[in-house]
């Protein structure tokens, strides 16, 4: 996979993450130096090259003078642990899920499922999206996403589902270990991972307006729950 850009490169040296290669745009600027500087201390290899060249890599003229070409590595449930995990039932726009991975990070989630069909994968879009910070979190694949409701449950997770007719998330105290499920762009939740779900909550319209974007009401949901979580512990 070919990305680029400052905000991507940090969090690769911040996260360790190993790469294939990294081209640096041919320039006297001392940013450049100072990026060369961090990329030795890190252990990391570069090359420098024309912007031509970056351009032709990944196709993108505004690439600040980086790009990197690495693998990008899925985790399997063994990830899933921590106070807070989020899942995702066929989000299928890159968009979303970059910013959903990103909400989750600030949010102080532990891990983020998605399906393995019908569902956005991690492209470069969505690392642009999550401003690289798709590398500190474990993006786990299950073929099953009600199965893995199911584990959750069994390990002590209270799983929430997102859906309008949910009760009010503003009134949910929200207990750790929680899991919470954000539905299909177009359709929602799917019946059965409703189902399986603990209980369904919803965020209350003011207007007339039935539901938000997912990857906005991720980020309503996900911080309302890292507060009262926080809250608990003082």
Request: charged letters at 25%.
């Amino acid at each position: 996979m070919i990305v680029y850009g400052k905000s991507v490169l940090d969090e690769i040296i911040r996260t360790h993450y190993p790469v294939k290669k990294i081209y640096l745009k041919e320039s006297d600027d001392d940013k450049f130096k100072a990026i060369e500087q961090l990329l030795k201390k890190n252990g990391y290899s570069y090359t420098y090259t024309t912007s031509k060249h970056l351009e032709k890599l990944c196709g993108e003229e505004k690439n600040q003078g980086i790009v990197i070409d690495l693998d990008f590595n899925y985790s399997d449930e063994t990830a899933l642990n921590g106070n807070l995990i989020v899942l995702l039932d066929h989000v299928v726009d890159p968009h979303n899920l970059g910013a959903i991975i990103r909400t989750s990070v600030g949010a102080g989630a532990s891990a983020v499922v998605i399906t393995k069909d019908r569902s956005a994968k991690v492209t470069a879009a969505v690392v642009k999206v999550s401003a690289g910070t798709v590398f500190r979190i474990p993006v786990v694949v299950v073929t099953n996403l009600a199965n893995t409701i199911e584990r959750l449950k069994e390990r002590g997770y209270w799983v929430y589902g997102t859906d309008m007719r949910g009760k009010n998330l503003f009134d949910e105290r929200f207990i750790p270990p929680v899991a919470v499920v954000f539905g299909n762009e177009g359709e929602g939740l799917s019946r059965i991972v409703k189902e399986r779900c603990d209980q369904l909550i919803s965020i209350p319209m003011f207007s007339s307006i039935d539901s938000l974007n997912v990857s906005v009401s991720a980020g309503i949901v996900l911080f309302e729950i890292a507060r009262k979580c926080a809250s608990m512990k003082n």
